[in-house]
Antibody
Framework: QVQLVESGGGLVKPGGSLRLSCAAS????????MSWIRQAPGKGLEWVSY????????NYADSVKGRFTISRDNAKNSLYLQMNSLRAEDTAVYYC????????????????WGQGTLVTVSS | DIQMTQSPSSLSASVGDRVTITCQAS??????LNWYQQKPGKAPKLLIY???NLETGVPSRFSGSGSGTDFTFTISSLQPEDIATYYC??????????FGGGTKVEIK
């Protein structure tokens, strides 16, 4: 069973930094792309970033490009999101999700989600 | 970027009713569309992938259809446990893998 547990959220001032972590278990982590998806309070879902299984490919939403960096450690079954130059509009619950790729014989899209970690950017 | 327009934004229906949600893509995305369910205070859950395939363990009252730019999600007989917000998401080719705005389903 897919288990994803995020950590690292909290209150940070505008312009500050935060590093989110996601611990994965219940599947072969190194076989899957992984993604970060966020949800501002009372709002819809926004895809933030994803990273390929071997870290060779990453991509970001325009809203976070140049400020956020996704990374992973397959030896530790862990996914990370380094968030710099944080803004009030980055306030959200951040979910990590297992991202399946159809060409790899996986269910495409986000077929497993963590419980989320809340990031609040406020002075 | 591909835009996803989902409608309605909310609906109220009675237990046993048939509920339909639509999602329109701003360009052809073939069948690269998922539907997710998010219950209050919980993480989203994948229900339908590739526009019409039911994820393992999901009740058969949920279904999806469509291809190209127009997609439909249906609950054939609404149950109290189906109270949630439903989102479509496209994953055609390159990111961003945009979500629709969501449809909040309530019981009348």
């Amino acid at each position: 069973q897919v288990q994803l547990v995020e950590s690292g959220g909290g209150l940070v001032k505008p312009g500050g930094s935060l590093r989110l972590s996601c611990a994965a278990s219940g599947f072969t982590f190194s076989d899957y792309y992984m993604s970060w998806i966020r949800q501002a309070p009372g709002k819809g879902l926004e895809w933030v970033s994803y990273i390929s299984s071997s870290s060779s490919y990453t991509n970001y939403a325009d809203s976070v490009k140049g400020r956020f960096t996704i990374s992973r450690d397959n030896a530790k079954n862990s996914l990370y999101l380094q968030m710099n130059s944080l803004r009030a509009e980055d306030t959200a619950v951040y979910y990590c999700a297992r991202w399946g790729i159809a060409v790899a014989g996986q269910t495409p899209g986000a077929a497993g989600w963590g419980q989320g970690t809340l990031v609040t950017v406020s002075s | 970027d591909i835009q996803m327009t989902q409608s309605p934004s909310s609906l109220s229906a009675s237990v046993g009713d048939r509920v339909t949600i639509t999602c329109q893509a701003s360009q052809d995305i073939s069948n690269y569309l998922n539907w997710y369910q998010q219950k209050p205070g919980k993480a989203p859950k994948l229900l339908i992938y590739d526009a019409s395939n039911l994820e393992t363990g999901v009740p058969s009252r949920f279904s999806g259809s469509g291809s190209g730019t127009d997609f439909t999600f249906t609950i054939s007989s609404l149950q109290p446990e189906d109270i949630a917000t439903y989102y479509c998401q496209q994953y055609d080719n390159l990111p961003p893998n945009t979500f629709g705005g969501g449809t909040k389903v309530e019981i009348k």
